[in-house]
């Protein structure tokens, strides 16, 4: 693996293992915050063949997977929280703009959640954002973005509830 990745993926589990909680978060949020400050990492860590969801790292033990995103054009998602985990954005290129959620009702299996929009702010290239479990927010990206996101555990496996946003 490659050198700077499997520092991270040490540095993650070193940072989650003795404070799995939203503490730690905050301590792996500052941790690739002062990654993204040097455009060589990012060259490394999000080259140019990046697709749109690569699973760079996978910690069997602790659950959390670091990903690499890429979106060559806009990309918009729904409002959505997680399920049982926490994700960590970090913006590397261009801008994202996300909007938080406030729950109006909950979701179930077959009946979309409700939710109201508390607070609209811009991602730019170096913020680090943590979303713990339960955070609702959607994310809008009007032109070329790419970030590296930690999730607590692989998303891709989890069943995740859809969500409605209200006036
Ligand atoms: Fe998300």
């Known amino acids: 693996m490659e050198k700077l990745l499997s520092q991270l993926a040490d ?6 293992k003795s ?12 941790l690739l915050a002062e990654l993204l400050a040097d455009a060589e990492n990012i060259e490394t860590l999000i080259p140019d063949t990046t697709g749109e969801r690569d699973l760079l790292f996978e910690n069997t033990d602790l659950g959390f997977c670091i990903l690499a995103h890429q979106y060559k ?8 929280d997680h399920g049982e985990s926490w994700a960590i954005y970090a913006q590397a290129r ?3 703009e996300m909007t938080d959620y406030e729950l109006v009702s909950a979701a179930s299996a077959d ?4 939710v109201r929009a508390t607070k609209t702010y811009r991602l730019t290239p170096g913020d680090v954002h943590v979303y713990d479990e339960g955070d609702l927010h959607s994310p809008t990206r009007e032109g ?3 970030l590296l996101r930690i999730e607590g555990m692989d998303l891709s496996k989890v069943k995740r ?6 006036a």
């Open 19 to 30: 404070n799995p909680g939203p503490e730690g978060r905050v301590q792996v949020a500052n």
């Open 144 to 146: 070329p973005t790419s």
């Open 111 to 114: 009946t979309p959640g409700k």
């Open 94 to 96: 261009g801008e994202t």
């Open 73 to 80: 054009g806009p990309k918009s998602s729904p409002p959505h």
């Open 11 to 16: 540095d993650c589990s070193n940072i989650l």
């Open 161 to 166: 509830l859809r969500y409605e946003a209200v």
